[in-house]
């Protein structure tokens, strides 16, 4: 797979941060910290989950949604490109990754509704 070298220069630069792992999704792959999915991975771009108040950080740098096509129609989650300078310095890339995982923290679970 392309992705993967890419993919480990990402676990790498995020290396400070616990438990961090990439797990395949739907032809990409999602990052974790613990239990806290709080980015993709996706053609060769870095996204991290974003809520009201930070992603106004991304889109000021120009960074964009995370978009998908389903049944014809372009859906958007709630995750920005991380800007190309962010990524290169792991320090910065570990503080941004960190909002992303509170962000991820704060958002309540999804559970299963009971079938009757």
Known sequence: MPDDSFKEFVLDQ???????RAKAMFGAHGIYSGEHFFGILDEGRLF???DAGSQAE???????PFTYEMKGKVMTMGYHEV????????????????QAIGVAKAKPKLKAKAKK
């Not at 995020?14 to 961090?20: H, I, W």
């Not at 991304?58 to 964009?64: C, I, N, P, Q």
């Open 58 to 64: 991304y889109t000021s740098r120009g960074m964009g």
């Open 48 to 50: 991290f989950k974003t």
């Open 83 to 98: 800007p190309p300078e962010i990524l290169e310095q792991p320090q910065e890339l570990v503080i941004w990754a960190r």
């Open 14 to 20: 995020l290396s400070a941060l616990p438990d961090v």
